[in-house]
Nanobody, 115 residues
Framework: QVQLVESGGGLVQAGGSLRLSCAAS????????MGWYRQAPGKQREWAAA???????NYPDSVKGRFTISRDNAKNTVYLQMNSLKPEDTAVYYC?????????WGQGTQVTVSS
C-alpha cells in the first residue's frame, strides 16, 4: 500500500512563493513518473507538473516558467516550487504516482493565492 503525504500549502499573496512536498511511504527510485495535480473549486483535477525517473520535467503552459518539480529519491520525496503565484493557482494540490498498475493519490494540500 502506497501512501503519499503532501505538505507546504497555505495562504500567500499574488506574486509570492510556496514549496510543496510529497513524501512517499515507498521507495520512489524505480517509479518512472511522478506528478503534481491540482483541483480548483468546481473544476476537474488537472495536471500541473511531472518528473520522470531520469529527472526530465514537463509542465502545462499555465505554470511553465513559474513552477519547478524535483525529486529526491534518497528521501522518497517530490517537491513543487511555485513562484510568481497568481489567484488562479488557488486549488488543492495533489501528488500522484502509478505503481503496479494502480494510481495513488495523496490527501492534498490547499494553496490559496490572494489578489
Amino acid at each position: 500500500q502506497v501512501q503519499l503525504v503532501e505538505s507546504g500549502g497555505g495562504l500567500v499573496q499574488a506574486g509570492g512563493s510556496l514549496r510543496l512536498s510529497c513524501a512517499a511511504s515507498v521507495s520512489i527510485s524505480s517509479i518512472n513518473f511522478m506528478g503534481w495535480y491540482r483541483q480548483a473549486p468546481g473544476k476537474q483535477r488537472e495536471w500541473a507538473a511531472a518528473v520522470t525517473i531520469d529527472g526530465n520535467t514537463n509542465y502545462p503552459d499555465s505554470v511553465k516558467g513559474r513552477f519547478t518539480i524535483s525529486r529526491d529519491n534518497a528521501k522518497n520525496t517530490v517537491y513543487l516550487q511555485m513562484n510568481s503565484l497568481k489567484p488562479e493557482d488557488t486549488a488543492v494540490y495533489y501528488c500522484g504516482l502509478v505503481q503496479g498498475g494502480l494510481q495513488y493519490w495523496g490527501q492534498g494540500t490547499q494553496v490559496t493565492v490572494s489578489s
